[in-house]
């Protein structure tokens, strides 16, 4: 009816008249721009601009540099699209460009923030403020040296889509670990993708890439950690300051050859790394007499 069709007509030329196009270098520089829809195209187009938007959209190379940024949703597709932005804020992102978030600090709008990193070095370096709840890492080096900081019972991907993924992150689950209400799980499914990764306070890991564990750092664990390991996921494992009565099981046993299992200063006598096959194979713990067993068949 002609009414319909004259209420499209409305509806598109409002979501017109809320958006912004900066196409050329430069061309929104430093500008203050509230609107609906950001469109930034050009090298640098949005250069130290202060940009409130329900949806933005970095495409140009360096678009956002400098520049300060609260949406609801962030799509950086631009080589260094957001790189040393003075302030990010969002409730999703979505970062695909090479270094589109670079040396950035980014901070969630809510207690329930996603942030999805699929380009290679998409979020490499990037710092992430606490009331992040799922990070997704998983384009080539996406979160390299990233420092990811999770709550209400955050979940961390370090996933299959590119190989260290997460290399050299720091990762830090702000709720406790051992809280019957929280996730705080890390999954490494990419090649070598968690390697020299710090993670503290975690319940669940989950090594499932080829070596995509070593070297990884575990503080203020879940006193019954939770390990998924295959192939040579978890060799190099360092426990740190390992928790009192700490017990790692390992499953998947008969795929797993851990060859370098650390435990720093653990805490009483009691701690157990259970093992089966030749997973411990080589192990070694530090100041402590023994807290290494072979599982037995009847274990």
């Known amino acids: 009816s002609i009414r319909v069709f004259l209420f499209h007509i409305f509806l598109l030329v409002g979501a017109v008249a809320q958006s912004n196009f900066c196409d050329d270098e430069l061309e929104c520089e430093n500008m203050t721009i509230s609107t609906t829809y950001m469109y930034c195209y050009g090298p640098q187009s949005c250069k130290g601009a202060t940009i409130t938007a329900s949806y933005l959209y970095a495409y140009g190379y360096r678009a956002l540099e400098d520049a300060s940024v609260t949406a609801s949703y962030i799509y950086a597709y631009g080589h260094e699209a957001l790189v040393n932005a003075v302030d990010v ?94 996730l705080n799980e890390l999954q490494c499914s990419a090649t070598e993708g968690c390697v020299g990764v710090t993670v503290e306070n975690a319940n669940t890991i989950s090594c499932t890439g080829n070596g995509s564990c070593q070297g990884i750092t575990i503080k203020d664990a879940n006193p019954e950690l939770e390990f998924e390991c295959e192939g040579t996921g978890c060799e190099g494992i360092v426990v740190d300051d390992s928790p009192k009565g700490f017990s790692c099981r390992v499953e998947n046993a008969a795929r797993v050859d851990i060859t370098s299992l650390v435990l720093l200063d653990p805490q009483d006598e009691t701690e157990d790394v259970l093992c089966a096959g030749t997973n411990c194979l080589g192990a070694k713990v530090e100041n402590c007499d023994s807290v290494v067993r072979r599982l037995g068949p009847d274990d």
């Open 89 to 182: 804020r969002a409730y999703y992102i979505y970062s695909y460009g090479y270094n589109a978030l670079s040396n950035t600090t980014v901070t969630s709008r809510a207690s329930v923030g996603y942030a999805y990193c699929y380009g290679t070095r998409s979020c490499a370096g990037t710092t992430f403020n606490p009331n992040w709840i799922r990070a997704y890492c998983n384009g080539p080096e996406a979160c390299q040296d990233a420092d990811i900081n999770l709550s209400f019972g955050g979940y961390v991907q370090c996933g299959a889509g590119g190989p260290r993924s997460c290399e050299n992150a720091n990762i830090l689950f702000y709720s406790p670990a051992n809280n019957e209400t929280t």
